[in-house]
């Protein structure tokens, strides 16, 4: 079980920055695959970062250059630095969390961040 606790958004201007933090209840060290998704009014949810245990990360294209992944395994938090920010970024940023364990995947995802980006 995870328990996945986001903080971090608010308001900022287009160009700025805002950093999003995830808390987590347990060891993310022992999390294979965390990440970030974002959701707009009316579209999918969708995959913004990613990070794997080994600290590979992987990146949508429309915030390549923009948005950094990292994570703090002596503080159990994912991060995501977000710069340059645009209108188009204004969403509900959830972290989610992925255990495999014994053939089973354990998905947990927070309650969600409100990101808005003023033009």
């Known amino acids: 079980q995870v328990q996945l606790v986001e903080s971090g958004g608010g308001l900022a201007q287009a160009g700025g920055s805002l950093r999003l933090s995830c808390a987590a209840s347990r060891s993310i060290g022992s999390i294979n695959v965390m990440g970030w998704y974002r959701q707009a009014p009316g579209k999918q949810r969708e995959l913004v970062a990613l990070?794997?245990?080994?600290?590979?990360?992987n990146y949508a294209d429309s915030v390549k250059g923009r948005f950094t992944i990292s994570r703090d395994v002596t503080k159990n938090k994912l991060y995501l630095q977000m710069n340059s920010l645009k209108p188009e970024d204004k969403a509900v940023y959830y972290c989610?969390?992925?255990?495999?364990?014994?053939?089973?995947?354990?998905?947990?995802w927070g309650q969600g961040t409100q990101v808005t980006v003023s033009s």
């Open positions: 989610k969390a992925n255990l495999w364990r014994s053939g089973s995947n354990y998905v947990y």
């Open positions: 990070i794997i245990s080994g600290g590979t990360t």
